[in-house]
């Protein structure tokens, strides 16, 4: 089963609670959804196609995979290419972590590959934000991330209403997992006040308290 891979890279993670360390980028191409804040480009034109044994030669030849904090598989949506997935991960488990980011509503997909996942970054998508509906979708894939270590990444802009951090704060409260709060950022910096960001805080904290505010710091220095 082949895929295709739109960029292979050696950068730092610029979110979430593992921010600093890192990583080797495998961007998938293709995703489910279509959330409007997305900075992802999804051409396929200029991506390469590679069976499991091709790209895992390749990461092993071009990169000593020990200096890596882990391997992120991001995109698109990784859990998109699941069956290529099954049969590239066993090739490159144990030589270091793997870091799935993903945006939590293809649960069924994670369920094949879950063995092999040390990490998930996954989004809860706000409709405020992105225009869809998801909710179900996420409660569906969180109650399949059992024994992985996960948080939640919540992407948000000055549109976020009362009922969405109830939902949130519901939902990660319900599978005990992190959650992260990301300003929307647009190409001068965050959408949102300093101000804002930190009533948002708030209002999160008051309902639950595993909570941090995280912008995207690979923005901020100038990294890929």
């Given at each position: 089963?082949?895929?295709?891979?739109?960029?292979?890279?050696?950068?730092?993670?610029?979110?979430?609670?593992?921010?600093?360390?890192?990583?080797?980028?495998?961007?998938?191409?293709?995703?489910?959804?279509?959330?409007?804040?997305?900075?992802?480009?999804?051409?396929?034109?200029?991506?390469?196609?590679?069976?499991?044994?091709?790209?895992?030669e390749k990461i092993t030849t071009?990169?000593?995979?020990?200096?890596?904090?882990?391997?992120?598989?991001?995109?698109?949506?990784?859990?998109?290419?699941?069956?290529?997935?099954?049969?590239?991960?066993?090739?490159?488990?144990?030589?270091?972590?793997?870091?799935?980011?993903?945006?939590?509503?293809?649960?069924?997909?994670?369920?094949?590959?879950?063995?092999?996942?040390?990490?998930?970054?996954?989004?809860?998508?706000?409709?405020?934000?992105?225009?869809?509906?998801?909710?179900?979708?996420?409660?569906?894939?969180?109650?399949?991330?059992?024994?992985?270590?996960?948080?939640?990444k919540v992407v948000f802009d000055?549109?976020?209403?009362?009922?969405?951090?109830?939902?949130?704060?519901?939902?990660?409260?319900?599978?005990?997992?992190?959650?992260?709060?990301?300003?929307?950022?647009?190409?001068?910096?965050?959408?949102?006040?300093?101000?804002?960001?930190?009533?948002?805080?708030?209002?999160?904290?008051?309902?639950?308290?595993?909570?941090?505010?995280?912008?995207?710091?690979?923005?901020?220095?100038?990294?890929?």
């Amino acid at each position: 089963m082949n895929t295709k891979v739109k960029e292979i890279f050696a950068s730092i993670q610029g979110e979430g609670p593992v921010v600093g360390y890192k990583q080797l980028f495998i961007r998938f191409c293709d995703c489910n959804l279509r959330c409007r804040y997305c900075d992802t480009d999804f051409n396929i034109n200029d991506s390469l196609e590679y069976s499991p044994a091709q790209l895992f030669e390749k990461i092993t030849t071009d990169y000593d995979l020990e200096t890596f904090h882990s391997i992120s598989l991001t995109g698109g949506e990784p859990l998109l290419s699941v069956a290529f997935l099954q049969e590239f991960l066993p090739l490159v488990y144990g030589k270091t972590k793997i870091y799935l980011e993903t945006n939590a509503t293809l649960g069924e997909n994670l369920e094949k590959i879950k063995g092999y996942i040390d990490i998930i970054s996954a989004d809860i998508k706000l409709e405020s934000s992105t225009g869809l509906n998801t909710m179900e979708l996420h409660k569906n894939f969180f109650d399949k991330c059992t024994n992985i270590d996960t948080f939640a990444k919540v992407v948000f802009d000055e549109n976020i209403t009362e009922k969405e951090i109830k939902d949130c704060t519901d939902l990660a409260q319900q599978f005990d997992v992190e959650l992260i709060l990301q300003p929307k950022m647009t190409s001068s910096g965050m959408s949102v006040s300093s101000n804002f960001c930190s009533s948002i805080l708030d209002k999160f904290i008051m309902r639950y308290p595993k909570v941090r505010l995280i912008p995207q710091v690979h923005k901020f220095i100038g990294v890929q």
